[in-house]
């Protein structure tokens, strides 16, 4: 754990999303694309409970951001109209630019969803750029 890091590692974050009508499809069922939306909120989240903040990194001396790579996506049960859904976020692993992460979707106890999503950290040039240290160590991968 870092000086600066209030947090025990590994660090899981869970926050909470209402399924509003915009969410939903004719039938009232959560659409399958807001899936995605839901666990982009709980990633974005999960950074700034690290104190991560994606807008800082981006105008760093040396910038910095997260791409989504790859998502795989289990769809369990379905979400409903005003449903509250909890996302939580953790890190799997972090490679040299990259890191996988676990997400859950949940409904009380009943699981809805789960992805796995591998981002990449990229530069200013758009090329992929080794995780830095101190990120790693957030995400609790030192070197």
Same mark, same amino acid.
């Given at each position: 754990?870092?000086?600066?890091?209030?947090?025990?590692?590994?660090?899981?974050?869970?926050?909470?999303?209402?399924?509003?009508? @915009?969410? *939903?499809? +004719?039938?009232?069922? /959560?659409?399958? &694309?807001?899936? =995605?939306?839901?666990?982009?909120?709980? %990633?974005? $989240?999960?950074?700034?409970?690290?104190?991560?903040?994606?807008?800082?990194?981006?105008?760093?001396?040396?910038?910095?951001?997260?791409?989504?790579?790859?998502?795989?996506?289990?769809?369990?049960?379905?979400?409903?109209?005003?449903?509250?859904? @909890?996302? *939580?976020? +953790?890190?799997?692993? /972090?490679?040299? &630019?990259?890191? =996988?992460?676990?997400?859950?979707?949940? %409904?009380? $106890?009943?699981?809805?969803?789960?992805?796995?999503?591998?981002?990449?950290?990229?530069?200013?040039?758009?090329?992929?750029?080794?995780?830095?240290?101190?990120?790693?160590?957030?995400?609790?991968?030192?070197?």
């Amino acid at each position: 754990m870092t000086a600066n890091h209030p947090h025990a590692l590994p660090f899981e974050d869970t926050i909470t999303v209402r399924v509003y009508w @915009e969410d *939903t499809d +004719a039938g009232g069922i /959560v659409y399958h &694309a807001s899936h =995605v939306r839901f666990f982009e909120r709980g %990633r974005t $989240e999960y950074l700034r409970a690290l104190g991560i903040n994606q807008s800082e990194m981006q105008k760093a001396e040396h910038p910095l951001l997260f791409a989504v790579r790859k998502m795989e996506i289990d769809y369990l049960r379905p979400g409903r109209l005003d449903d509250l859904i @909890e996302v *939580t976020t +953790a890190t799997r692993e /972090v490679g040299g &630019a990259r890191m =996988v992460l676990d997400q859950v979707l949940k %409904r009380g $106890e009943e699981t809805i969803a789960t992805a796995v999503v591998t981002v990449v950290c990229l530069g200013p040039d758009g090329r992929p750029h080794r995780v830095p240290g101190d990120l790693r160590a957030l995400f609790g991968h030192p070197e």
